[in-house]
């Protein structure tokens, strides 16, 4: 998967922008079968009313709007899933330090954190 784009959400406003840093832009791979099934996702999106850009877009074909995601999708999980209290943000840090503890080096390329410099996890 190439990331080139980041999709920024300012006072209910979404608009695509460049990565603000180099390691913004890169290559993130994905086993064969998350290919495939993002492949039938997108076949879907058409006849379901989503002909959009977005993968995965809201009721109306947009994008997703963060605080929606935040309360309607990541609320509901956490509260099935009673975690201890994390935020969204913190998601990032737990695949990285599953990653290490994979002994999956940082800068391997299969990290899809976008950190220059990593911080200890």
């Not at 784009?5 to 979404?14: D, N, P, R, S, Y």
């Not at 997703?64 to 998601?91: C, E, T």
Request: charged share 25%; glycine share 6%; proline share 9%.
């Amino acid at each position: 998967m190439s990331v080139n784009k980041t999709l920024v959400e300012i006072k209910g406003e979404h608009s695509i922008n460049q990565p603000k840093a180099k390691a913004g832009r890169r290559m993130i791979p994905l086993a064969a079968v998350a290919v495939e099934a993002l492949r039938e996702h997108r076949k879907k999106l058409p006849a379901e009313g989503n002909p959009g850009p977005s993968v995965f877009p809201d009721t109306h074909g947009g994008y997703v709007r963060k605080s929606n995601l935040m309360r309607r999708s990541f609320a509901s999980i956490l509260k099935r899933a009673q975690p201890p209290k994390i935020r969204f943000h913190d998601l990032r840090h737990g695949e990285a330090s599953l990653l290490l503890k994979q002994n999956v080096h940082p800068k391997s390329g299969l990290h899809p954190v976008s950190w220059s410099v990593f911080p200890a996890v």
